[in-house]
């Protein structure tokens, strides 16, 4: 039987490990990582939303601290394995880099058609405030949302606090509020109350087409982060990493950046030796506009390109799966300024 002609919702729940998943350890002082098992002894009532339950379990669990792009290559593969068989993918994950996950995750399934839900939790689900309890159980529902017989939800999205996002759009700005999460240039894909409020004008349209998955990524990337006052040496330093292919240049504002001569010479020459420079705001909310500025008009002049409102989370994994897939370099740089799964906004 498919999942489309079945009635009990079947779902993957993929337990990476994460603060959801701790408990605190007198000996070592510090949080450590359960079972699955122990998790859901935690949760008896998710017994009662009548679904199907399997559990694929990280061993051992890790802290999102130290999940990887081989991690996510390892994520994308169990979907891909269990794709036909279920309606819809919780993945239990730390709240600390989830947003990285989930935009790597929004690359790799292309024309995904059912849900994957990250969620997580601020608090070990063991304690009395927790807010595991709330965000899993509804996970679980969002993961099995369907009208007809298509997902309501198939898109990589998180979880958090009442509030589902885009994955790819999503950031952690929070490490003590259960709000953790936002989105600040996307709206919520859904809120939850009473009832769950899903705004389906947000939300991705259902593929016409299968499922491919991509597992190939590469890590040869770099990070300009600018501040007034960097210096030319480190400036140069983050341009002459060795092997890298792409910096992710964060600016200020809309785009812009210092017009100090020795700058300007050394953004030419870093991408006349090959790199490929995309241009990310350190502002959370709104976009790089190349040329509003004369402090970014230069840069589209050498040739910098675009980044418009991706999130840093979103840059680095797009760049990681674009460097990952055999293209041109023009190529690279015009996949890079094109919205592939609601990533960013271009007009
Ligand atoms: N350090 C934890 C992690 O990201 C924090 C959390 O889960 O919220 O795995």
Not at 56 to 69: C, E, G, R, T
Not at 73 to 80: D, F, M, P, Q
Not at 153 to 158: G, L, S
Request: net charge neutral; glycine share 8%; proline share 4%.
């Amino acid at each position: 039987m498919t999942a489309a002609n079945r009635t009990t919702p079947r779902i993957l729940i993929i337990y990476t490990g994460g603060t959801v998943g701790m408990v605190y350890d007198d000996v070592l002082g510090t949080l450590r990582p359960i079972g699955f098992k122990e998790i859901r002894d935690n949760i008896p009532e998710i017994i009662r939303l009548g679904y199907e339950f399997q559990v694929h379990a990280f061993n051992p669990p890790v802290d999102s601290s130290n999940m990887l792009p081989q991690s996510y290559i390892e994520l994308a593969k169990i979907i891909e394995k269990n794709y036909h068989q279920y309606d819809g993918f919780v993945v239990l994950h730390g709240s600390d880099t989830m947003a990285f996950t989930a935009s790597a995750l929004s690359f790799m399934l292309e024309n995904l058609g059912k849900p994957v839900v990250l969620t997580g939790s601020q608090l070990p689900i063991g304690e009395i405030r927790t807010d595991a309890r709330e965000n899993i159980i509804t996970a679980l529902e969002i993961a099995a949302a369907r009208r007809g017989n298509k997902s309501l939800v198939p898109e990589v999205c998180i979880f958090f606090d009442y509030q589902l996002f885009r994955g790819n759009r999503s950031k952690k700005y929070n490490a003590e509020k259960f709000e953790a999460f936002y989105s600040m240039n996307y709206p919520p894909l859904a809120e939850a109350g009473i009832t769950i409020k899903y705004q389906r004008q947000f939300i991705l349209k259902h593929p016409e087409l299968p499922l491919k998955v991509h597992k190939k990524l590469n890590q040869d990337i770099a990070v300009l982060r600018l501040y007034p006052g960097i210096t030319q040496t480190t400036v140069d330093a983050v341009f002459q990493t060795p092997n890298a292919r792409a910096v992710i240049m964060e600016t200020w504002g809309s785009g812009n950046a210092s017009t100090q001569q020795w700058f300007i010479d050394s953004v030419k020459k870093a991408i006349k030796s090959g790199l490929i420079i995309v241009n990310i705001t350190q502002c959370d909310g709104g976009a790089v506009e190349l040329g509003r500025y004369e402090t970014s008009k230069y840069l589209q002049e050498a040739g910098v390109i675009s980044g418009y409102d991706l999130t840093f989370e979103a840059a680095v994994t797009k760049l990681m799966f674009l460097l990952g897939q055999n293209l041109s370099k023009s190529d690279i740089k015009r996949l890079m300024q094109t919205s592939l799964r609601g990533e960013m906004t271009t007009d």
